[in-house]
C-alpha cells in the first residue's frame, strides 16, 4: 500500500495557482499538487495525466508546497552557460587582438589563443575550450579551395586539347595484352 500523499496545507493555494496559471509548468506543478490530494491520485497516475515522469512530479510537488513556482521568468529556466570562463563581452575583449591581426592577413593560431587563455585565467585549459570559445565568436577554420584563385579554366581547357594524343598501346580496360611466344 502507498503512503498518502503530504501537503494537504498547500491544496489551497494550489487550487488557486490552477485558476490563475500563466504557463504550462505553472499549472503541471498546481496540478501535481491537487490530483493526488483531491482525487487520491497516486504519483504515477498523476505523472500520466499531466504528461511528465513520475520523479519529476514528486520534484514538482515539493517545490510547490516549498512555495517555490516553477519558471516565473526566463532566466530560471534550464540551460545557458554554467561553467563559464569568461563572460562573452570578457571573451570579445579577449578575442578582439587575435582578430585584428587576422583581418589585417595573419593566420589565426589556436595554439597562441590557448597560451594567452591560460595567462588570462591561470590555470590550464583544454584546447577544446579554445575552439569552442573561436566558434561562439564566429570564427570558423578556412580550408583552401579546390582550385587556385588565379587558374584560368579557358586555358586548362586549351591545354588540355592540345596537348597531345593518348598513347594507343595502352591496354584497355577489361582486356589483356596476348602473351607473346
Given at each position: 500500500?502507498?503512503?498518502?500523499?503530504?501537503?494537504?496545507?498547500?491544496?489551497?493555494?494550489?487550487?488557486?495557482?490552477?485558476?490563475s496559471a500563466q504557463t504550462i509548468?505553472?499549472?503541471?506543478?498546481?496540478q501535481a499538487v491537487v490530483l493526488?490530494?483531491?482525487?487520491?491520485?497516486?504519483?504515477?497516475?498523476?505523472?500520466?495525466?499531466?504528461?511528465?515522469?513520475?520523479?519529476?512530479?514528486?520534484?514538482?510537488?515539493?517545490?510547490?508546497?516549498?512555495?517555490?513556482?516553477?519558471?516565473?521568468?526566463?532566466?530560471?529556466?534550464?540551460?545557458?552557460?554554467?561553467?563559464?570562463?569568461?563572460?562573452?563581452?570578457?571573451?570579445?575583449?579577449?578575442?578582439?587582438?587575435?582578430?585584428?591581426?587576422?583581418?589585417?592577413?595573419?593566420?589565426?593560431?589556436?595554439?597562441?589563443?590557448?597560451?594567452?587563455?591560460?595567462?588570462?585565467?591561470?590555470?590550464?585549459?583544454?584546447?577544446?575550450?579554445?575552439?569552442?570559445?573561436?566558434?561562439r565568436h564566429n570564427w570558423r577554420?578556412?580550408?583552401?579551395?579546390?582550385?587556385?584563385?588565379?587558374?584560368?579554366?579557358?586555358?586548362?581547357?586549351?591545354?588540355?586539347?592540345?596537348?597531345?594524343?593518348?598513347?594507343?598501346?595502352?591496354?584497355?580496360?577489361?582486356?589483356?595484352?596476348?602473351?607473346?611466344?
Amino acid at each position: 500500500m502507498s503512503r498518502l500523499a503530504s501537503g494537504i496545507d498547500a491544496l489551497a493555494r494550489a487550487q488557486q495557482a490552477i485558476a490563475s496559471a500563466q504557463t504550462i509548468e505553472q499549472l503541471r506543478q498546481a496540478q501535481a499538487v491537487v490530483l493526488p490530494l483531491e482525487y487520491g491520485l497516486s504519483i504515477v497516475q498523476t505523472a500520466q495525466l499531466i504528461g511528465v515522469s513520475p520523479g519529476w512530479v514528486c520534484r514538482l510537488r515539493v517545490k510547490f508546497i516549498e512555495g517555490k513556482v516553477v519558471n516565473t521568468d526566463a532566466q530560471s529556466a534550464r540551460g545557458g552557460r554554467k561553467r563559464e570562463n569568461l563572460s562573452v563581452d570578457q571573451e570579445r575583449e579577449f578575442l578582439a587582438p587575435f582578430f585584428e591581426k587576422a583581418s589585417r592577413g595573419g593566420i589565426l593560431v589556436a595554439g597562441e589563443i590557448k597560451v594567452a587563455l591560460e595567462a588570462k585565467l591561470g590555470r590550464s585549459v583544454a584546447r577544446a575550450s579554445v575552439y569552442n570559445l573561436l566558434h561562439r565568436h564566429n570564427w570558423r577554420k578556412l580550408v583552401p579551395d579546390k582550385h587556385h584563385r588565379q587558374s584560368d579554366p579557358e586555358a586548362q581547357v586549351e591545354w588540355k586539347k592540345n596537348s597531345g594524343q593518348r598513347s594507343t598501346t595502352s591496354v584497355k580496360a577489361g582486356q589483356r595484352k596476348s602473351p607473346s611466344n
